[in-house]
Nanobody, 115 residues
Framework: QVQLVESGGGLVQPGGSLRLSCAAS????????MTWYRQAPGKERELVAS???????NYTDSVKGRFTISRDNAKNTVYLQMNSLKPEDTAVYYC?????????WGQGTQVTVSS
């Protein structure tokens, strides 16, 4: 059974940092594009960052220069390093794994940026 388990969320002050992790129990993890999404209260889910099977990253404009996505195929894990956090980054962050017609989601982890 495929599972994606996010961790690393929490409460942080503006300007602070968090690192999210997503551990995936997926065969051939290295073939999947891994993506972080987020959903704030009352808003639609939005793509934050993705990384292809070859390690090519992509970011939404609002996080460029602040967030870094990376993956460790040996550990079947994808990371999201979040620096210079802002209150508008507050959301539930979800991990997604996609490959051809396969699409898997984690349960989400809450990130709250507040003083």
């Amino acid at each position: 059974q495929v599972q994606l388990v996010e961790s690393g969320g929490g409460l942080v002050q503006p300007g602070g940092s968090l690192r999210l992790s997503c551990a995936a129990s997926i065969a051939a993890f290295r073939l999947y594009t891994m993506t972080w999404y987020r959903q704030a209260p009352g808003k639609e889910r939005e793509l934050v960052a993705s990384i292809t099977s070859t390690g090519s990253p992509n970011y939404t404009d609002s996080v460029k220069g602040r967030f870094t996505i990376s993956r460790d195929n040996a550990k079947n894990t994808v990371y999201l390093q979040m620096n210079s956090l802002k209150p508008e980054d507050t959301a539930v962050y979800y991990c997604n794994a996609g490959f051809i017609n396969r699409d898997y989601w984690g349960q989400g982890t809450q990130v709250t940026v507040s003083s």
